[in-house]
């Protein structure tokens, strides 16, 4: 298998090191990739049909090198020297033709490879499977289009290679080979959609673990709701239902009751948060900020320091000193028994209390 690899190795370099950067060249992603997933039988067709296509380079070349002693018969303005050069360009014409003849079978061929290998992929995201898919689709489009194209010079005779204008084949060669590397292209990009499967999961997974703490670090039901909706399957849903079930059994248990002091553990509080920086704030900083009378208290959360000031009975005594304040980005934030809670959910607990 490893003298395989390096075989095929071998023709991937052959392909690069032609002197004028060609479409099979830009391509060679498209023959690597497959390197991690294809069968010992498939890796011999790939080495196959990498060969062919160096084979077509080589006829392209040769047919290119020819082209300089006939451009000067096409050049002329005429008639005779040009129809003199399409009959001494008819071995021009039959190497361009051979040559596309090679794309058409080695892109087939590939095409066929990267067809067996995705039918048999499983995909972690529905989405980049419709989008290989779509992908395969195109690829396929591509190689008919240029098979069809190709068709009627595969049954031209030497007579009618005399008469065909050379650059109106050599265009249409041209246009064909583009479609079969086109097509190869679109099978790459199918195969890497699947090939990033895992970086991606893996990717998802820290995304989700990140929310997942920062869920627990605010520890409110309104958090764990959060994960669950974003993450209806998520591999800590069980968890967020049991901690919201624990919460809530935490509230009922608790009479609901108005603060009775400046410490907000003691029932339904309103506080007003003056700041929230990644940075800490020295008190220096902080007494600029806040000119008042107010203990100022710091909090570390969701990798924010936090800062609260007051301690009010209900949310009119919280938004009135709030107002008198003038602060730039102070909002009021609720707690009961020292959990905080949503604004909504402070206001329900807050009508059961009544005056």
């Not at 096409?74 to 008639?79: E, I, R, T, V």
């Not at 290679?161 to 060669?173: Q, R, V």
């Not at 553990?265 to 929230?276: F, H």
Request: proline letters at 2%; charged letters at 30%.
């Amino acid at each position: 298998m490893k003298r395989i690899f390096r075989h095929l190795a071998a023709i991937t370099a052959l392909l690069a090191a032609s002197t004028a950067p060609t479409l099979a060249q830009e391509g060679t992603d498209m023959f690597d990739i497959l390197l991690d997933y294809v069968t010992e039988d498939q890796n011999t067709a790939l080495t196959r049909l990498q060969e062919d296509i160096a084979k077509g380079e080589k006829l392209v070349s040769q047919a290119e090198t020819m082209d300089k002693t006939t451009q000067k018969l096409f050049d002329s303005s005429k008639k005779g020297k040009q129809k003199k050069g399409e009959k001494k360009s008819v071995e021009q014409k039959s190497l361009r033709i051979k040559a596309t003849k090679y794309y058409e079978k080695s892109y087939s061929a590939l095409y066929d490879i990267y067809k067996a290998i995705l039918d048999e992929a499983t995909f972690e995201f529905q989405a980049d499977q419709a989008s290989a898919e779509d992908y395969m689709v195109q690829a396929e489009t591509l190689i008919q289009e240029g098979s069809t194209k190709f068709d009627p010079y595969g049954k031209l005779g030497a007579k009618s290679l005399e008469t065909k204008p050379y650059n109106t084949l050599k265009s249409d060669m041209a246009a064909c080979k583009q479609k079969y590397v086109s097509a190869g292209n679109n099978c790459y990009e199918a195969l890497k959609l699947y090939a990033e499967q895992t970086e991606k999961k893996n990717r998802e997974a820290a995304a989700e673990q990140n929310y997942w703490n920062s869920a627990v670090q605010t520890n409110t039901v309104d958090s764990y709701n959060g994960y669950i909706s974003r993450y209806p399957s998520g591999r800590y849903v069980s968890d967020a239902k049991k901690r919201i079930a624990n919460l809530q059994e935490t509230y009922a248990s608790a009479m609901p009751r108005r603060v009775t002091s400046n410490n907000p553990d003691e029932g339904l509080a309103y506080r007003i948060q003056i700041l929230a920086d990644k940075k800490q704030w020295t008190p220096r900083k902080l007494q600029r900020l806040y000119k008042g009378e107010l203990k100022i208290d710091e909090t570390e959360r969701e990798g924010f320091y936090k800062y609260w000031i007051g301690c009010f009975r209900t949310y009119a005594e919280a938004q009135a000193a709030e107002q008198s304040m003038h602060l730039k980005e102070s909002f009021i934030v609720c707690f009961n028994n020292g959990v905080q809670i949503h604004i909504t959910e402070a206001q329900q607990i807050e009508a059961q209390l009544g005056d």
